[in-house]
């Protein structure tokens, strides 16, 4: 969890493997797209900045969070080194929030022991959308670019597994 001292976009490039040999698919959700692109905006630039061909980055949208889940699963399909998914729940009034919540962390879960691609999740999950804002992009970085350092280590590890 993000405190106000962390900042998600932060991390010692020295410390990441070189990922111009990696393939990435990123699966974003269009529901709540104003911190969707900009999760996905973080996790493109910190791809290419670590050696990723832009042509070896795949995007596909699905309309929520939920369907984040078959998006990856179809994606680990294609010939890439890890999936990256990105979604923004927002509390609401009701428990849909729960559900969907539990039911993509669990689904994203799933995928990672059933198959040999890792999925890296970033989803936001949050009380506010100011929250999302100061994630995805905002006073606390981004989570985008975390999550794509993460998608470079776990590509590492597989590829030398």
Request: proline fraction near 2%.
């Amino acid at each position: 969890m993000a405190t106000a001292n962390k900042n998600l976009s932060e991390y010692d490039k020295a410390t990441i493997p070189n990922a111009k040999k990696f393939r990435f698919g990123i699966v974003v959700s269009e529901w709540n797209d104003t911190i969707t692109e900009g999760l996905y905006q973080g996790a493109y630039d910190a791809l290419v900045e670590n050696g990723t061909l832009p042509e070896n980055i795949i995007r596909w949208n699905v309309p929520g969070s939920f369907e984040l889940i078959y998006g990856a699963k179809k994606m680990q399909e294609q010939i890439v080194s890890a999936v990256i998914v990105i979604g923004s729940v927002i509390q609401g009034e009701t428990k849909h929030f729960d559900f969907v919540c539990e039911g993509v962390t669990q689904g994203i879960k799933d995928l990672n022991v059933l198959h040999e691609t890792p999925v890296i999740f970033c989803v936001l999950t949050d009380n506010t959308m100011q929250q999302a804002i100061d994630r995805s992009g905002g006073k606390h970085g981004n989570k985008g670019t975390e999550a794509a350092i993460a998608a470079i280590k776990m590509a590492e590890l597989r590829n030398n597994s």
